[in-house]
């Protein structure tokens, strides 16, 4: 079985919960970090491929023009640098960075959008964005951090990916020395060694965490009715012995 239709997942993939009738809940932000050669874009792109309810994130960004393939509101938002800058200075960005002369950031509006359907949104995103994306919302976000079983593994892992200089796998080493670090600000941390195994632990992540309490919408009303409901079936002189005692 799938792991989309697995007795795992019912009631997590659905915006609205089937076996609770009248719960529904928001969505998640899953902010996923790790150093180079871990195995993180795998697991982002096996996440995707495997749960129907969590979306990529689309960033907006000032790169100009758009490569052939993409397409704007899908691959990214494209926008001028004034209006990146006004959206910056409005509060409208959830994170941003500058790469190689270009800003990128997540705008916060259709995130709000998604969130409040019920559907997920992944975050392949380091740990300066991950920080910035909690100062605005540290209820909705869910981090797990990726680590390789080895340094071997490792930079096995990005020389087997890659056939860049050496130069330039010895800098992405370096750069691991700072992202190792970060791991402890994490709610989670997965030890990459096997693949599979690395996937069932954040699908298992996720769905606990769809479950979250304070993530279920209508839950009050529900306990409420629940209540109202049972009060119903008690003999009214059990009910009234009860009531006296409190």
Same mark, same amino acid.
């Given at each position: 079985?799938?792991?989309?239709?697995?007795?795992?997942?019912?009631? +997590?993939?659905? /915006?609205?919960?089937?076996?609770?009738? $009248?719960?529904?809940?928001? $969505? &998640?932000? %899953?902010?996923?970090?790790?150093?180079?050669?871990?195995?993180?874009? /795998?697991?982002?792109? %096996?996440? &995707?491929?495997?749960?129907?309810?969590?979306?990529?994130?689309?960033?907006? !960004?000032?790169?100009?023009? =758009?490569?052939? +393939?993409?397409?704007?509101?899908?691959?990214?938002?494209?926008?001028?640098?004034?209006?990146?800058?006004?959206?910056?200075?409005?509060?409208? %960005? %959830?994170?941003? /960075?500058?790469?190689?002369?270009?800003?990128?950031? !997540?705008?916060?509006? =259709?995130? *709000?959008?998604?969130?409040?359907?019920?559907?997920?949104?992944?975050?392949?995103?380091?740990?300066?964005?991950?920080?910035?994306?909690?100062?605005?919302?540290?209820?909705?976000?869910?981090?797990?951090?990726?680590?390789?079983?080895?340094?071997?593994?490792?930079?096995?892992? @990005? #020389? +087997?990916? !890659?056939?860049?200089? *050496?130069?330039?796998?010895?800098?992405?080493?370096?750069?691991?020395?700072?992202?190792?670090?970060?791991?402890?600000?994490?709610?989670?941390?997965?030890?990459?060694?096997?693949?599979?195994?690395?996937?069932?632990?954040? #699908? !298992?992540?996720?769905?606990?965490?769809? @479950?979250?309490?304070?993530?279920?919408?209508?839950?009050?009303?529900?306990?409420?009715?629940?209540?109202?409901?049972?009060?119903?079936?008690?003999?009214?002189?059990?009910?009234?012995?009860?009531? +006296?005692?409190?």
């Amino acid at each position: 079985m799938s792991p989309k239709n697995s007795e795992f997942h019912v009631g +997590n993939i659905a /915006t609205e919960l089937p076996h609770i009738e $009248g719960l529904k809940r928001r $969505g &998640l932000m %899953l902010a996923v970090s790790a150093p180079s050669g871990t195995g993180k874009t /795998t697991m982002c792109q %096996l996440l &995707l491929q495997q749960d129907d309810n969590i979306q990529l994130s689309i960033s907006a !960004t000032t790169r100009h023009p =758009p490569r052939p +393939n993409e397409v704007h509101g899908v691959d990214y938002y494209f926008v001028t640098s004034d209006e990146f800058k006004r959206m910056l200075a409005d509060g409208e %960005l %959830l994170e941003h /960075t500058k790469v190689h002369g270009n800003y990128y950031g !997540t705008p916060r509006g =259709p995130v *709000e959008d998604i969130l409040a359907k019920g559907i997920d949104i992944l975050f392949e995103i380091d740990a300066v964005g991950v920080n910035q994306i909690a100062a605005f919302s540290r209820a909705d976000l869910v981090s797990v951090f990726v680590l390789p079983p080895s340094a071997a593994e490792m930079e096995a892992r @990005m #020389r +087997n990916r !890659t056939k860049e200089e *050496e130069s330039f796998i010895q800098h992405r080493l370096v750069d691991n020395l700072d992202q190792f670090q970060h791991s402890h600000n994490y709610d989670y941390v997965i030890i990459n060694k096997d693949i599979e195994d690395s996937m069932f632990k954040l #699908r !298992t992540i996720l769905g606990a965490e769809r @479950m979250k309490r304070h993530r279920l919408r209508g839950l009050d009303n529900f306990t409420k009715i629940m209540r109202d409901e049972t009060e119903s079936l008690i003999a009214p002189d059990v009910l009234a012995e009860r009531n +006296n005692k409190h």
